[in-house]
């Protein structure tokens, strides 16, 4: 299911950014991106994002800057009285009447440090990550929620139509194996009246009874619909259900072809075109379901 959320936060010298965008995935995948020197804390923010987020690929954006000010930088003098030694000697040596400027030393490398950043320990920025990370994962579940309820109701419309469809089918069946023993004993006198014999009732009452046999699809019926009511009822599920409502659906999709293969009916094919069709279609929207 697609989604965004956001969260930003400042607090204790550091500022924290985190956007987390999601979209339709039949796995779990995270492609984490994290500030430089904050990698440590990559395997507590899946942990977290995993909380929230069971299927889909999920991009997730953290950025941390630290607030900087004076106290967070000093001056390596060692270094500087080394630059200032080498200048002056090059400028003895070359005659050369140049003012060396302090504003021109501190740019050069390794002149002014910036010791807090050697000192910070990722894992004690984690307790301020990670509320923000969790609101921005809150706000992601928000929007989702509001696909997801759309979500639900087309799934919904689809198994009423299936279920529209199983109901013509039921009041169909009957009338098959009646089609096909008229059918049958009319083909028998025509061609049995030509050559002047006759056929025993007991041979043609065999013959529709094999075949209302292997055409029955009473089984399959009731199948589907008690598929229909398992498929009803995850959907209510406050948890996950995507897998569950996917294997549901395969289960649909095989009575139903069962039903098109057996049921010897122009009618009920057409029927079982339109359950495929609805079956598809909530494969495909299945596809979105946490």
Known sequence: MTGFGEARDSRDD???????RTVNSRYFKLNLRMT????????????????????????CNVRIRHIS???????????????????QEIAATRNLDERLRLESLSLLPGVVEEFSADAMDP???????????????????????????????????????????????????PTVVEHYRRRIQDRVNESLAELGVTVEPADLVREVSVFA???????????LRSHLQQ??????????????????CQEMGRETNTIGSKANAAEISEQVVEIKT?????????????
């Open 123 to 173: 894992a004690s920025v984690w307790p301020l990550v990670e509320p923000t990370l969790r609101t921005a994962l809150e706000n992601l579940t928000k929007m989702r929620a509001v696909e997801g309820k759309a979500l639900a109701e087309d799934l919904a419309q689809q198994c009423v139509t299936v279920a529209s469809c199983l109901d013509a089918i039921s009041e169909l069946a």
């Open 69 to 87: 000010s004076a106290d967070d930088y000093r001056l390596n003098q060692r270094l500087l009285n080394f630059y200032v030694d080498q200048l």
């Open 278 to 290: 609805a079956l598809e279609r909530i494969r495909e929207q299945i596809q979105n379901v946490q």
């Open 14 to 20: 550091y500022a924290i950014a985190v956007e987390v």
């Open 231 to 248: 498929f009803g009822k995850a959907l209510e599920l406050p948890e996950g259900a995507g897998r569950k409502l996917e294997f549901i």
């Open 213 to 223: 046999d292997r055409a029955d699809i009473s089984e399959e019926i009731v199948r």
């Open 36 to 59: 430089d020197g904050f990698g440590a804390l990559e395997a507590r923010a899946e942990s977290l994002v995993r909380e929230f987020v069971k299927r889909g690929t999920v991009h």
